[in-house]
């Protein structure tokens, strides 16, 4: 297979766990045979320096273009305004809604080797085994906001949460569809007892399953009481499907289970389409780490099981995104470890150490 793949290194960490996550995909090209083209463009902090644009036209031109596309993190304190006209985050929320990348994905498991790095009791991880699935281009990221002085002093703002009928329909299909190949049972969650959005939420989800989906057993849950099963029973959950912001809020608190921040991948998705390939854009959870940037020492795990669920979801290549998958777990059994993941008083990989170790897991 040839694909092109656009690197999109952006700010703080994410050079360098780009670079960790490329070097795989090479090792994966050069051992099952196929031919991948990269592609390096700019966007968030670095884009706004270069080009005064968090997304500049050239970058979205070659996104359009590719079969997938590869994300470090954006943002960072030289950029952190709050008044800045152009911020670094618009243009990851531009690219998402330019692009129609509208599910996002974020699988939760818990690898044995590192049971003891969360703060969660051993027992309450034991089968945790789920998937996230957040509504990506809608809700109160999107919808109209302000800010203004009030006539008596102060100040006024406000941030409109909107989602329409067709929104919550082909998000829920995603969480079905991916429920179906799982365990069947889908978590939906909202807060129906207050927002009129999430109301509307409800109702959507119960009629698209209940009409297109009779084998997946969905139930609703409020999201606090979600947050709090998370942390109390976390293997009682398959597949879970929410909105924009509270998906972006019990994915972080999801990431506990895992050990680290740095441990989870995502994929965004659009129309799944008809050719051979689906266009996707594929990150780590977690954000610039800009302490942490040029040391060496950031974890490149959560970047390169993304580059696993790239060739799953838009390459169509299972058995490559499962050898990478299993190169990961092998090198974590190895102990070969950031300095997240390690046991006090053990000796830390670097960033390259560990991608040198999942490379040499592949056979490369």
């Known amino acids: 297979m040839h694909a092109t793949i656009v690197l999109l290194a952006g700010d703080g960490i994410g050079p360098e766990i780009v670079a960790e996550a490329t070097r795989v995909l090479r090792a994966i090209g050069t051992t099952w045979g196929h031919t991948f083209s990269f592609e390096e463009a700019l966007i968030g902090g670095s884009a706004i320096d270069a080009t005064g644009e968090a997304l500049p036209g050239d970058t979205l031109a070659r996104?359009?273009?590719a079969d997938a596309i590869l994300l470090g993190a954006v943002g960072g304190p030289r950029w952190d305004n709050p008044n800045a006209t152009v911020r670094p985050e618009m243009g990851l929320l531009a690219i998402r809604k330019e692009l129609g990348l509208f599910a996002n994905i974020r699988p939760v498991t818990v690898q044995p080797s590192l049971v003891d790095s969360s703060p969660l009791k051993a027992e309450r991880l034991r089968g945790v085994d789920l998937v996230i699935v957040r509504e990506l281009t809608?809700?109160?990221?999107?919808?109209?906001?302000?800010?203004?002085?009030?006539?008596?002093?102060?100040?006024?703002?406000?941030?409109?949460?909107?989602?329409?009928?067709?929104?919550?329909?082909?998000?829920?299909?995603?969480?079905?569809?991916?429920?179906r190949r799982r365990q069947r049972r889908l978590t939906s969650v909202d807060k129906a007892n207050v927002l009129t959005t999430s109301r509307l939420w409800r109702s959507v989800a119960t009629r698209v399953v209940h009409d297109e989906f009779p084998d997946i057993t969905l139930n609703h849950?409020?999201?606090?009481?979600?947050?709090?099963?998370?942390?109390?029973?976390?293997?009682?959950?398959?597949?879970?499907?929410?909105?924009?912001?509270?998906?972006?809020?019990?994915?972080?608190?999801?990431?506990?289970?895992?050990?680290?921040?740095?441990?989870?991948?995502?994929?965004?998705?659009?129309?799944?389409?008809?050719?051979?390939?689906?266009?996707?854009?594929?990150e780590p959870i977690h954000g610039s780490a800009p302490d942490l940037a040029g040391r060496g020492v950031a974890n490149p795990f959560g970047t390169i099981l993304s580059a696993a669920m790239l060739l799953r979801h838009s390459l169509q290549l299972e058995a490559e995104a499962l050898a990478v998958e299993e190169a990961v777990s092998e090198t974590?059994?190895?102990?070969?470890?950031?300095?997240?993941?390690?046991?006090?008083?053990?000796?830390?990989?670097?960033?390259?150490?560990?991608?040198?170790?999942?490379v040499a897991a592949l056979g490369g």
């Open 138 to 179: 809608g809700g109160i990221y999107f919808g109209e906001q302000g800010r203004g002085p009030l006539p008596g002093g102060g100040e006024r703002a406000f941030d409109t949460c909107v989602y329409t009928t067709a929104e919550v329909e082909r998000v829920v299909r995603v969480a079905a569809l991916l429920a």
């Open 63 to 65: 996104c359009r273009r």
């Open 221 to 282: 849950i409020l999201v606090d009481a979600c947050a709090m099963h998370l942390m109390r029973s976390p293997a009682d959950f398959d597949v879970i499907v929410t909105e924009n912001m509270f998906g972006d809020i019990l994915t972080d608190e999801a990431s506990m289970l895992a050990g680290s921040l740095g441990m989870l991948p995502s994929a965004s998705l659009g129309d799944a389409g008809s050719g051979p390939t689906r266009m996707g854009l594929y």
């Open 332 to 358: 974590i059994d190895d102990g070969i470890l950031t300095a997240d993941l390690v046991e006090p008083g053990a000796r830390a990989a670097t960033t390259h150490e560990v991608g040198e170790a999942v």
